[in-house]
C-alpha cells in the first residue's frame, strides 16, 4: 500500500477530497484528471470503492503512482487535516460542488490554495463537508442537465 508521510506543496497547493466513491472507473479516471490539472493531493472519505482495484488503477492511466492519496477515516481526521492546511496556507480555501449554487467551477478563482471537496455520483457530499466549505460551485453540464458525476 502506498504510503505518504511528508508532503511538500507549492505555496498555492489545489487538494481534493472525494466523498465516498462509488464507481470504479470514475475513481481512476479523477486520478488522472488530478494529474492533468496538477492536483498535488487526493484524500477520500466514507465507505468507498477500493483504489487497488484494477478498474481504478487502469482507469487512473498510471496517476495512481504519481499523486498521494490518502483515506480520511473520520470526521474528526477531516478537520485535524483542515486545521494543519489552514495553518499553513492562512488564506487556504474549502470549496465544495453543490447543486444548489450558481457558481461555477469554471469561473471560480484557484489561484490561491485550496481544498475542493466533491461528493459521490449518487449522493453528492455529506452533510458534515457541506457545514465545512468555505465557498460551493457547481460542475456545469448542458441546460437543463443536473449531473453529480464529477470524472
Same mark, same amino acid.
Given at each position: ?13 489545489? #487538494?481534493? #477530497? ?9 475513481? +481512476? ?20 470503492? *477500493? ?15 504519481? %499523486? ?10 477531516? =478537520? ?24 461555477? %467551477?469554471? *469561473? ?10 466533491? +461528493? ?10 457541506? =457545514? ?10 448542458? =441546460? +437543463? ?7
Amino acid at each position: 500500500m502506498k504510503q505518504h508521510n511528508n508532503f511538500c506543496y507549492s505555496n498555492n497547493p489545489i #487538494l481534493l #477530497l472525494v466523498d465516498r466513491p462509488s464507481k470504479k472507473g470514475n475513481l +481512476g479516471t479523477i486520478i488522472r484528471s488530478c494529474d492533468a490539472l496538477n492536483v498535488e493531493h487526493i484524500f477520500y472519505s466514507g465507505h468507498s470503492v *477500493d483504489i487497488y482495484d484494477p478498474a481504478v488503477i487502469t482507469a487512473s492511466m498510471g496517476s495512481f503512482f504519481k %499523486l498521494p492519496i490518502t483515506f480520511v477515516s473520520s470526521n474528526n481526521e477531516f =478537520e485535524t487535516i483542515v486545521t494543519d492546511l489552514k495553518n499553513k496556507f492562512k488564506n487556504l480555501k474549502v470549496v465544495a460542488t453543490s447543486l444548489q449554487t450558481r457558481n461555477r %467551477l469554471q *469561473d471560480y478563482n484557484f489561484t490561491g490554495p485550496a481544498l475542493l471537496l466533491i +461528493g459521490n455520483e449518487t449522493d453528492g457530499l455529506c452533510k458534515f463537508y457541506n =457545514e465545512k466549505a468555505d465557498d460551493f460551485v457547481k460542475i456545469s453540464m448542458r =441546460e +437543463g442537465i443536473d449531473s453529480l458525476n464529477i470524472a
